[in-house]
């Protein structure tokens, strides 16, 4: 056991040639100036260092452990307290050596002493024997012992009960494979002539929702239609509120209907597209009857006029669409051909009463069709398939039979349709309910008879899966892998689990009368933080550099802040240098209008693995920041500020390679922010993560390899905008960045902590190899030998996503001929993006020719082991995966 403020220790010595198990305990260090805090940490770094270059040295396999205990310091937020604020930075550069030396294990331990020695020394001792995982361990002065979670939180929530005061719909952040989903607070709007306000009790799931989530859906397909205003289509509840020409509903009655964002608490719609609710049904059996319902009428009543005696064919036939058209082919003494993916689905569409049941895993059902209708075929298809199953189905229709097309992804991609079919004199409707639902003559006509048959309960509720709106996205995730039957039920009743809303607090307006200091205001992210003050109300600014106007930047950043009405003043100044600093305080003060806060935006890089850092390398990047912020700290310490905001790093927490002394300053900042919060202070630090557009990755051409291993920059306005709520919640520490947590675990191992575990997407499974891993061993096979190889993986992602047996897949056999249908799409974009690090548009992996084959040679060619794009697209006509009904 060592004392790292205690000289030199001469680590060879101390590891021998096998390792050991080193304990560091950190000596008080009191009354440190500004200046010595920068001193105090280097040295540190320096026996640190020291410890790195003789594990260098161990013979073969060995390994050191090192753990560190230090006082309370506020490296991490409560039940640590922030008492010894300079001991975080040892933490920082702990966190960096997790990444940068794989010959050390590192723990650190705050001990928060509760009096006695002899307790205190056990509770350090039974943490040198612990056998968990922990990395980062906090014992409190109370005898508690608590470890770090690191979690995402997209902005500041609180907790608000479904069906109370606070109103909210749902949201999708980041639509695309890895989209999450959130409750966010809304206004209620009033209703108007024809409207009907509605609080939401049930709103059910369409698959149109999912693909706009996983960001499948064009444009265009929601563009101008209902669905603009966001997710849900349907829904039950009870009106709040009618517009002054309403006469047919008044509040307190039980509706339900068609409504746009209806995946929410309250939404507002058109009465002529609400119904009352028969005596006796439930909310949620009630929102699973407007959509399925409203389109099977319109595709079989209006359109196709389905008769007794006929045959119509429906796909999916287990999903919403496909049992209601079961009712309506019952009620009408019609036939039933239904297919279904799974033997389960195929026995309920049995016990429903379909006449037949097919699979619709191949495309062979076209065979079988008219094996069971004696070769005559079908007089009605209600198809959602894509690509080669239109065609299929065209050719089993009988003389003067009627194709109802519900699936839209040919129709957004223009595809050519086969005309030889149609010599019999057949018909082909395009249905799409979202442009229908609200036209004053069809629609409302369409929605009155769905209603009047749903009063005289020809039309039932369809069997469905119900969740309450705490757990949507588990909803979704049914949704998504095709798991359920009949519909998805979301519930907003408010008796259910409270609901996390995401309020939309915006951050407070500044004092227009007051001063805001920004230190590095002249240049970059903190020209771009000036902009910021003065969009939040500043009109006085104090930028602060080193060269002041003579920067560089300073004309322009002075001159934008003027064209906004905002007067900037540009000070020369070194932010460590106390008397520079005391100076250009005094000169804000001599004027009219009060400093109200400081945005501490300095910074310096040197960027070095720690054993090949200097101590004067090390201290350069230290200085601005913590001796900077020490500095304001103490001339500032006396004042009642609005704002005292420290720029510190999303390397403060992931411990980035190289950057022991950034990483070292920047926990340096959050202890700060910390200690003054804690001490009724104003004090605050927002982790930042990569910045692009301007600063320092943008200057220096980062982005591309920020990017490649996980760090997206994110647009200055964009993280602006992040943060600002965060800022007026007012957490002391907070992070805004955009990261591939998958893609940066293979960069840093230090992620693999359990501090780091709840940001791993839980499909990390299998994908514990790097790109250059994976690249390396299949660079190392035959051209054949690795796309076997690719192919096999392949296999076995398809056949968890179609849920078949792996042997059962022919690797040059089109994937829609399995059924695999958009949302199974985005869930193999998931698994392939997460094994091979990869990213492949949707319509790239369709048009590669559709197998798995096909699909081999088009991840060969995107990890770069193959130059031949014809060899990647293949030779087949572009294949088209099974799509769904977008209604």
């Not at 994908?767 to 054949?784: G, K, N, V």
């Amino acid at each position: 056991m060592y004392a790292l403020d205690e000289g030199t220790v001469d680590w060879a010595r101390v590891l021998g040639d096998e390792g050991a198990d080193v304990c560091v305990l950190l000596g008080d260090a009191p009354g440190v100036e500004p200046a010595g805090a920068v001193a105090l940490t280097t040295r540190r770094a320096a026996l640190m260092r020291a410890l790195c270059e003789a594990c260098a040295a161990l013979d073969g396999a060995s390994r050191a452990s090192l753990t560190m205990v230090t006082r309370p310091s506020g490296a991490l937020p409560h039940p640590e307290r922030a008492e010894a604020t300079h001991d975080a930075a040892v933490w920082g550069i702990a966190r960096t050596l997790a990444n940068e030396e794989p010959r050390l294990s590192l723990r650190a331990v705050s001990l928060d002493r509760s009096g006695g020695r002899g307790t205190d020394a056990h509770r350090v001792a039974r943490e040198l024997l612990a056998e968990d995982a922990e990395t980062e361990v906090v014992l409190t002065a109370g005898g508690g012992r608590f470890v770090p979670r690191e979690r995402e939180l997209p902005a500041a929530r609180t907790e608000a009960t479904a069906g109370g005061e606070t109103s909210f719909g749902l949201e999708v952040r980041s639509p695309g494979l890895s989209y999450q989903l959130a409750w966010v607070e809304n206004t209620p709007l009033p209703a108007g002539p024809g409207q009907v306000s509605m609080a939401v009790r049930a709103a059910a799931l369409n698959y149109r929702d999912m693909m706009q989530a996983v960001g499948l859906l064009p444009a265009e397909a929601i563009e101008g239609t209902y669905t603009e205003g966001g997710l849900g289509l349907e829904c039950a509840g009870v009106v709040t509120a009618v517009g002054p020409d309403v006469t047919g509903f008044r509040p307190g009655d039980r509706v339900y209907g068609l409504a746009p964002a209806s995946l929410a608490s309250h939404t507002l719609t058109a009465a002529q597209a609400l119904g009352h609710m028969p005596e006796g049904m439930s909310f949620t059996e009630a929102a699973t009857l407007p959509v399925v319902f409203s389109t099977v009428h319109y595709s079989l009543d209006h359109l196709a006029r389905l008769s007794a005696g006929e045959t119509v064919l429906v796909h999916g036939g287990a999903g919403g669409i496909g049992l209601a058209v079961l009712q309506y082919a019952h009620r009408c003494g019609a036939r039933v051909i239904a297919t279904a993916g799974t033997p389960a689905k195929r026995e309920l569409l049995r016990i429903l009463g379909a006449e037949h049941v097919l699979d619709s895993r191949s495309l062979d059902f076209a065979v079988r069709v008219m094996e069971v209708t004696d070769g005559r075929g079908v007089d009605v298809v209600v198809n959602s398939l894509a690509g080669e199953a239109i065609t299929r189905g065209l050719e089993l229709l009988c003389p003067g039979g009627r194709f109802i097309e519900l699936g839209k992804r040919d129709i957004y991609e223009n595809k050519p349709l086969l005309l030889r079919p149609f010599r019999n004199n057949i018909s082909f409707f395009g249905v799409d309910l979202t442009t229908l639902a609200f036209d004053p003559d069809r629609g409302a006509r369409l929605f009155a008879d769905v209603t009047e048959r749903v009063r005289d309960r020809s039309y039932r509720p369809l069997p469905h899966s119900v969740y309450p709106a705490a757990r949507v996205s588990d909803a979704f995730q049914l949704m998504q892998h095709s798991r359920h039957v009949g519909k998805v039920v979301v519930t907003m009743d408010p008796l259910d689990e409270p609901v996390p809303v995401e309020r939309r607090t915006q951050a407070p307006s500044l004092d227009a009368g007051g001063t805001y200091l920004v230190t590095g205001g002249l240049s970059g992210f903190g020209a771009a933080t000036a902009a910021w003050l003065a969009e939040r109300g500043a009109r006085h600014l104090a930028l602060m550099s080193r060269r002041g106007d003579a920067s560089p930047e300073a004309g322009t950043v002075l001159a934008r802040l003027a064209e906004r009405g905002v007067r900037a003043t540009a000070y020369a100044a070194d932010v460590t240098d106390t008397s520079a600093v005391r100076e250009v305080l005094a000169r804000i003060d001599s004027g009219s209008h009060p400093l109200r806060g400081v945005v501490h935006c300095a910074m310096h890089l040197e960027d070095d693995l720690l054993t090949e850092l200097t101590d004067e390398r090390f201290a350069a990047a230290l200085a601005p920041k913590v001796a900077g912020a020490a500095v304001l700290d103490q001339l500032l310490g006396d004042r009642e500020l609005d704002l005292f905001l420290l720029y510190s790093s999303g390397t403060a927490f992931i411990g980035n390679v190289r950057q022991a002394n950034y990483v070292a300053a920047n926990l340096w900042l959050e202890a700060l922010a910390r200690r003054r919060r804690r001490s009724g202070a104003a004090g605050q630090a927002i982790a930042w993560g990569a910045i692009g557009e301007t600063g320092y990755v943008a200057r220096t051409g980062l982005t591309g390899a920020l990017t490649s291993v996980g760090i997206e920059p994110v647009p200055p306005r964009e993280a602006f905008a992040a943060a600002e709520p965060l800022a007026a919640q007012g957490p002391e520490v907070v992070g805004v960045g955009r990261y591939n947590w998958a893609r940066l675990r293979n960069f840093l191992p230090a992620l693999a902590a359990p501090r780091c575990a709840t940001l791993l997407p839980e499909y990390m499974d299998g994908a514990d190899h790097s790109r250059e891993e994976i690249m390396a061993a299949l660079a190392a096979m035959e051209p054949q030998d690795a796309v076997r190889a690719v192919a096999e993986t392949l296999a076995r992602l398809l056949a968890g996503v179609l849920h078949m047996d792996e042997q059962d897949l022919d690797h040059d056999r089109r994937l829609d001929e399995y059924g695999l249908d958009s949302l199974m799409l985005a869930e193999m974009l998931v698994s392939l993006r997460t094994r091979f690090d990869i990213d492949i548009p949707p319509l790239e992996l369709l048009r590669s020719g559709g197998t798995i084959t096909d699909i081999s040679h088009l991840v060969l060619l995107r990890l770069g082991l193959t130059d031949s794009p014809s060899a990647a697209a293949g030779s087949a006509e572009p294949a088209e995966a099974d799509s769904v009904s977008m209604v």
